[in-house]
């Protein structure tokens, strides 16, 4: 990745161009796995090598991917890095302006339907796995009675603790494996 900070969103196509399943999915792999050629993403996620090169050609469009020609063997062969760590918007920017808004809740819809399928594939294999590695799994939720001020700090502790623990990551660790970690914090609307 050339840039270790977050893609900050604020234009309403780059929202509508990543809130694509498939286009969520190769930007994923890119950042979970590194620089990968298009055949390599078309095994990885199961889709046919041109519908690959479609959507790695919207990322880049958008700013998400580019490509990493140093990887390449040859010039047919067309290798692709994410551009970024991490992609961020703040929904409270896009309150105002019912295009933005409209943008930012297809991609919130579609990140959530991703992390839905991701826990629904871990539950498939969970009784596969190692005991030791399904002795940390935790899925839980709180209800909580705070202000507006107190959800934004307990934001801020959330985004801290995933920093701590993403600063610790390695992927070259002995024994180091990929972990999802997903949180969210709302007011219920019950």
């Known amino acids: 990745m050339t840039e270790e900070h977050p893609r900050h969103l604020t234009d309403p196509r780059a ?3 990543l809130a694509h399943p498939t286009r969520l999915r190769l930007l994923g792999e890119l950042r979970v796995r590194g620089p990968q050629s298009v055949g390599m993403l078309s095994d990885a996620i199961d889709e046919a090598v041109g519908s690959v090169s479609y959507h790695l050609g919207k990322l880049a469009e958008h700013g998400f991917v580019e490509e990493a020609p ?10 692709w890095r994410a551009a970024h760590t991490r992609t961020s918007w703040e929904p409270v920017e896009m309150l ?3 295009e933005r808004r409209a943008a930012s809740d297809l991609l919130r819809r579609a990140i959530l339907d ?3 399928e991701r826990l629904g594939h871990y539950l ?14 935790a899925s839980s939720d709180s209800w909580l009675h705070l202000t507006s001020d107190e ?4 934001r801020a502790d959330l985004e801290a603790l995933a920093a701590r623990w993403q ?3 390695d992927p070259a660790r002995p024994g180091a494996e990929t972990v999802s970690l997903m949180y969210h914090a709302f007011r219920d609307q019950r």
Do not use: F, K, N, Q
Request: no cysteine.
């Open 114 to 116: 991703r992390y839905v």
């Open 124 to 137: 498939d294999v969970e009784a596969t796995l190692d005991p030791r590695w399904v002795r940390g799994t």
């Open 70 to 79: 140093e990887h390449a063997r040859d010039r047919r062969e067309r290798w």
């Open 151 to 154: 959800l934004i700090e307990l």
């Open 15 to 17: 929202m509508r161009a």
């Open 96 to 98: 105002a302006d019912p």
């Open 167 to 169: 600063d610790r990551s």
